[in-house]
């Protein structure tokens, strides 16, 4: 079994950084089509860039459980990796920000594989040890499936707080 989890959890890497970056330029690829608004990247805001880690990595998550049925704490470390890494977003973006108050793009993808790699590293040490505290696989679950569903209803009702706002026009939301 410990062999089998680094593959796995390269390829959630590379299947996280392939299609996230493709859910940065779909949303305007299709023609601002709505339908595909709730899981690509409708503008730049941080919100958006944490969308692209999730989506890949819910999925991902949700194929992997299929073969790591004889985990009881597997929800559990996916819920603790895709938080880290939904952290580290706005964590690392807002803090160079405040101190070198520029956005350069290419710092703004670096963050994002920073991310994505951060999440499957800190996965793959939970995998590898003998078992986390996990108090619910079922409230782990739930929990990613809430997630789901505020990028989903946050796309159309989107909060007038920071985070969620395009940094060039001011925008919210679609």
């Not at 299947?15 to 730049?44: C, K």
């Amino acid at each position: 079994m410990k062999r089998s989890i680094v593959p796995w959890q390269i390829w959630g890497f590379a299947v996280t950084s392939l299609f996230g970056t493709l859910l940065h330029f779909l949303y305007d690829w299709l023609g601002e089509a709505t339908w595909i608004a709730p899981f690509s990247s409708i503008n730049e805001s941080t919100w958006e860039h944490m969308k692209l880690l999730f989506w890949p990595t819910f999925i991902f998550a949700i194929i992997q459980s299929f073969f790591f049925k004889e985990r009881t704490d597997f929800w559990c470390i996916k819920l603790r990796g895709i938080l880290l890494g939904l952290l580290l977003i706005p964590v690392i973006f807002y803090t160079y920000n405040g101190a070198i108050a520029k956005s350069p793009d290419w710092l703004n993808i670096t963050i994002f594989f920073i991310s994505a790699a951060a999440v499957f590293i800190y996965e793959s040490r939970l995998l590898t040890s003998k078992k986390i505290f996990c108090s619910s696989q079922k409230w782990a679950l739930i929990s990613l499936c809430t997630l789901a569903l505020l990028f989903i209803i946050f796309t159309f009702k989107t909060p007038s707080i920071g985070i969620f706002r395009d940094p060039i026009p001011g925008k919210l939301g679609v």
